[in-house]
């Protein structure tokens, strides 16, 4: 009988060499005769230990990781394919730390499945989110989305609900959904790992929507750094086409939607709505000024819906569950589940989905094991390169959306940058303002030339010259771009710039005190 | 080594017709191009204009947005090094300091015998495993100097 092995396709798996160790296992099992059946799956998410590969056994699914192509050798003799003893074998994934502590609602699948099979995401719970949403109608799917109190993983956690309303209620011939998977921050993985390893359930939270606004196209935008991502994206979309849950009446109903995938061209602005539309459209990624809104005069000037990967993923469970159990988790005004990513110099990188409320400090130590160096933790860059270092004393903050504001910083996608002892808070503060000149869009000069003039006013500042003085003109200027700009490249900039500055005045060569007297 | 054909008009054309039918169709004509020829050359901006009915600065602009989209043939390989801040907190900038050394060129850059392109890239996703490169489209994670002096090796063979 042919014995079953998992291991991953997502990209970060590949990356560490998933498709050599599959190469040799095949190899390894035929010299042995033994036939072996190879699922390419999705990542778990625990990402230290990819490539990790698991065997089925009768007891469950067993886990091996880190697996390098030169241990599949051993691993055969120490009976693998039984489950046997060995110094990567983790057990089953299921019960590690990392993956008990979590609440896995919209990774629940992810690492699990073969996200090419539309099977396997029937069997595991899939399309019964859009079977309510076909029972329910348009109003009832926005209303339980609004019960939910979903809101935007994006960055701006604005209401998901208020936004499908407005387009729902404008009038059109045509009108769209688009999914942002642009996902440029630094740090951030999840859109990318749900669209590996679970792109059907994106598909199907793109249907909804669809469904509740009366949109009959979808596109889904992501970044040509993606190849594996939007390979398997479009696998699934050809599969739903061919099961009839995409195209003209989906799965037997009077609705009709259809969607493709489109790639940027290395613009981290494009991630930004409006200049995502742009470039959808064939234009430069430009940011356009709001009113009109994309809920009235979105993609080529029709209604549309711009939405996150990780806000649509979310609909199918608010609907298949009900909203009140998606609102039970959380905190506050942050309902719901968020899929954090731990990133950067850190022992135990991965993904972490869990309610709202946790704090910075578990994500990092607890759960990140502290950092890969050894050496102790700085701070963490929280947010991507628009969010702030938040220095350890500040690591009691909860994740929530209020409580980061509170203190000038953001959760951003969800993204968490470990940094240790080494770190050049002069340098990253530098590095901030140099991306934003790179990035920045051109339309206003706050964030345009605003940012050019920071990086040489940091680079005085490095280099000792007039540091009292340079440092006012670094404060002015980011008050300029932080009120002067049109959207959060130029707006936010000045977050990792200013707290980099007050959490660490002695790197850029003042001391507390005379930092507050240049206050 | 990625594979590129001399640039043809006729050929242009047959590629970017491809996707004529859909709806804003630039970008995927202009990655269509870039894929083929191995960059984007003066000669399609025309073409394009007329096809799309559009004026030439149009698609000019649009070309000169995006930083995928080259102007020049790279060097027959192309080393990507991740400079994004997970990156860096892992070592990144050691490891281009290394790179930009046995490759005598900077970031951005092609080796004197046109062998590698060197280029920053911000962000794969591969940011818990990291640093990370590309090289000519095949990603690698958990960088260190071992490595990515057979990146290099290969890159230059
Ligand atoms: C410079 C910039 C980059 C952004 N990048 C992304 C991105 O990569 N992905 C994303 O979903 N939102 C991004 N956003 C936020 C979007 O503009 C928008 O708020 C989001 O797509 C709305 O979806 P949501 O309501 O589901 O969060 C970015 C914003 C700015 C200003
Ligand atoms: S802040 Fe920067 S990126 Fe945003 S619209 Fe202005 S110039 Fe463009
Ligand atoms: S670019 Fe906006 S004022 Fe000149
Ligand atoms: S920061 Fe380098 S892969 Fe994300």
Known sequence: MSIRLFVPKDACAIACGADEVVAAIEAAALRRGQA???????????????????????????????????????????????????????????????????????????????????KDYVAHGGYKGLERALQLGPAEIIEEVKKSGLRGRGGAGFPTAIKWKTVADAQADRK??????????????????????????????????????????????????????IWAMEKAIEIARAHGMLGMNIGGSQHSFDMEVRMGAGAYVCGEETALLDSLEGGRGTVRAKPPLPAHKGLFQKPTVINNVLSLVAVPHILADGAQKYM??????????????????????????????????????????????????????????????????QFDLPFDYEAFAAKDALIGHGGIVVFDEAADMVKMARFAMEFCSVESCGKCTPCRIGSTRGVEVIDRIASGEKVEQNLVVLKDLCQTMKLGSLCALGGFTPYPVLSALTHFPEEFGDTPRRLEAAE | MPHYEPWS?????????????????????????QET?????????????????????????????????????????????????????AGGDALAAHAEHRLGC????????????????????????APSAMLDGRIVARLNERRLDALIAEAQS
């Open chain 1, 176 to 229: 769209y959904i688009v999914c942002n998977a642009d996902e440029g921050d630094s740090g951030t993985f999840a859109d990318r790992m749900i669209m590996e390893g679970d792109p059907f359930q994106l598909i199907e939270g793109m249907t909804i929507a669809g469904i509740a606004v009366g949109a009959t196209k979808g596109f889904v935008y992501t970044r040509s750094e993606y190849p594996h991502a």
């Open chain 2, 106 to 129: 900077k970031l951005g850059e092609t080796t004197a015998d046109g062998r590698v392109t060197v280029e920053p890239i911000y962000c794969l996703g591969l940011c818990a495993t």
């Open chain 1, 328 to 393: 039970d988790f959380g905190m506050g005004r942050s309902r719901g589940t968020m899929p954090i990513q731990i990133a950067g110099n850190v022992k135990f990188g991965g993904l972490f989905e869990t309610a709202f409320g946790i704090t910075l400090g578990e994500l990092v130590n607890d759960i990140g094991g502290g950092t890969a160096s050894g050496r102790p933790v700085k701070a963490a860059q929280v947010g991507g390169p628009l969010g702030a270092y938040v220095p350890t004393w």
């Open chain 2, 37 to 89: 020829f191995g960059h984007v050359p003066d000669a399609v901006v025309p073409m394009l204009a007329e096809m799309l009915n559009v004026s030439r600065a149009e698609v000019h602009g649009v070309v000169t947005f995006y930083h995928d989209f080259r102007h020049e043939p790279a060097g027959q390989h192309v080393l990507k090094l991740c400079r994004a801040e997970a990156c860096q907190a």
């Open chain 2, 9 to 33: 008009e006729e050929r242009a054309r047959t590629v970017i017709g491809e996707f004529a039918h859909l709806e804003g169709p630039l970008m995927p004509m202009l990655h269509a191009v």
């Open chain 1, 36 to 118: 072996v059946e190879i699922v390419r799956t999705g990542s778990r998410g625990m990402l230290w230990l990819e490539p990790l590969v698991e065997v089925e056994t009768p007891a469950g699914r067993i886990g091996y990781g880190p697996v390098e192509e030169g241990d599949v050798e051993g691993l055969f003799e120490a009976g693998l394919l039984q489950g046997g003893d060995h110094g990567l074998r983790i057990g089953k994934p299921e019960e590690h730390p990392f993956m008990a502590r979590q609440t896995r609602l919209t990774f629940a699948r992810c690492g699990i499945i073969d996200p090419a099979s539309y």
